[in-house]
């Protein structure tokens, strides 16, 4: 393999500018890289033409530097979610077209404009929906840390390709935790920001549904900065939006006297597979080497009610946006069951169902905001199990507690993901099974930097994606 791809995204277009790397040169490692391991992992779908591909980095190198973005020359592929012109979005269904689109979403359209060169797109669960990227239109990601069990997802395409160094930034989406899972289980980062920093396309309603939010991986902290910085700005056909922070050249927080709060299991809520807390407090036991305070903190809010919440509020929205491929004959019976299940659940829901569920939201987000009073952080396990077998659909109990729905084994991400709060899942190491697990550091609403900053410092602590790589042909 190339070594200038085990490189940070942000030092590739620094060397690119200086004169010490071509985009042609970085594209040719990175297709060279692809061929060799994609075909073990699934990881990037719908691939372009190599020459066209060499084409498009050659022009990038006539671009004179004064002239690039922030992004220029690097390589990348898009979630199999966001259009990019020229490239099919199938979303893991079958029942969306196959057509190539003819224009970028906002966010691709940033990032084009920012001199990202875009190879192919990443896989996906079917709809997104379920922490495990297997479809029927292109397949199964595998684990490059063992090829038998779960990516994660449903940004399990892009994780496995940055950490088996294909390419050196992905985006990524989150709704039940779509960016923090396969981050925790490749040895990455992946930060969801606060719902509104980074605006979606407007389609449909652009008022209701604040659950989802687009944001970015990667293999360091900085280089997370660097493209969430592209990706995020208010646009003025989104409502509620934010105004971003400058993410560039984040610095490590001053972490003496930093107030953590640890939530745990959620005083034996959430189920958890043997080793994950260990690991966790292990992570903790760093932080306090660091000068952080570190404080257990019983449940500040019921489990229930959340769950109670997040169901409806979630169904709600799936059935606004995929409503119509259940209503069609065409394309209901290609759609999955649980996805059916939970569209139709979403179809059954009242007016005052919702608003009963946003109350409980709110109620939430006004506890939150008086536990942010004294703490500057909480931390989570980012998952309740190990990547389990990748030909199960999904785990259907955790440590002897029976799963009562599809994607309950994932119930430890809600408490960010209910009320938009920023929440980077930071990497902590490995289980004596060899696979990597995370944690989630969660802030207040719109303190993105202040955590993308203990971020820094955690990773300028353990380094752990450079510290213990995968494997596969390195």
Known sequence: MDERLLKPAHELVMDMAEGRLTAVELMTASLDRIDAVNPLVTAIVALRDRDELLREAALADLVPVSERGALHGLPTSIKDFDDVAGLPTRGGCRAWPEA??????????????????????TNVPELGLGSHTFNLVYGTTRNPYNLDVSSGGSSGGAAVALATRMQTIADGSDMMGSLRNPAAWNNLYGFRPSIGLIPSDPRKDVFLHKISTLGPLARNVR?????????????????????????????AADMRGKRIG???DWGGAYATETGILELCEAALGELVSLGANVTSLDPPFSREAMWESWTQLRGFALAANNGSLVDDPNTRDLIKEDALWEIELGQSMSAMDVQRASVIRSNWFQRAAQLFEKFDALILP????????????YPKEIAGVQMDTYHRWMEVMLPASLIGLPSLSVPIG?????????????????ADRAVLELGQAWHEATDWPNAQPPKIYM
């Open 100 to 121: 190539p689109v003819k224009t970028d979403s906002l966010m691709v359209s940033r990032m084009r404009k920012a001199g990202a060169i875009f190879m192919g797109k």
């Open 223 to 251: 280089d997370l900065g660097m493209l969430l910085n592209v990706q995020a700005g208010t646009d003025p056909r989104f409502p509620h939006s934010l105004a971003k922070p400058n993410l560039n050249n984040l610095m």
């Open 262 to 264: 640890w939530l745990g």
């Open 382 to 393: 980012t998952t309740q199990v190990w990547p389990f077998a990748q030909h199960l659909p």
């Open 430 to 446: 490995f289980g004596d099974n060899g696979l990597p697990m995370g944690m989630q550091i969660i802030g207040r609403f719109g």
